[in-house]
């Protein structure tokens, strides 16, 4: 019978753990052989954050990042079909699966009848959509916009226009030594009865989220975003 294959949601934020991760993470955490992760080393720190009884050199780790190709993703989960193995997937921040490749292994799990089951934690996107006041019903995210200027500026205009259209709240994020760069954009070409809100480092010391009209921000000081996540809505 094959294993099963769990989410596991880690912190947005260092040194939060206790106060983010629910007691079904801890115990999967404690107990699982196997972990499927983005980056092997602060896996490690995290599984022994979160379980320092943990002897780590007796665990196994595999890594399935963005840039692995399909042949990898089903390597990682023949432990699970060959060997019945349990799983976990860890996100480097926030839940595996969203904005994460982690949703190939799940893709793949559930074309090779392995059971996936997803644990509850935090993510960034949803705690800023619920602490932003624009619509929670009808929303879409967009991960990260163009680069260069001119397609940042042309996608900014679209997602406006959806957002008008569709009273639909649109959501993305930055590389967040960018973040400084994509708020002037925004703040130059949205129209200023947009509703725009900055939802930075959620969860964490320094929690910085504010929803204003366009016209409002531009009146005041740019919140210090410099590499810090951050995840931007706009909306009506």
Known sequence: MPGTLYLIPTPLAEDTAPQVLPPQVVAAVAVLPYFLVENARTARRFVKSVAPGRVIEALRFTVIDKDSPDADVRAALAPLLQDGLDAGVLSEAGCPGIADPGAALVREAHRQ??????????????????????????????????????????AIKTLEKEAQQRQQAQLFIETPYRNGALLANLLAHLHPGTRLCVAADVTGAHEFIRT?????????????????????VLGT
């Open 113 to 154: 009848g392995i059971r996936v089951v997803p644990l509850v934690g935090p993510s960034s996107l949803l705690l800023a959509l619920m602490a932003s006041g624009l619509n929670g019903q009808q929303f879409a995210f967009h991960g990260y916009l163009p680069i260069e200027k001119a397609p940042r500026v042309a």
């Open 212 to 232: 204003l009209l366009v016209s409002d921000w531009r009146r005041l000081p740019a919140p210090e975003l410099h590499k810090i996540p951050t995840v931007f």
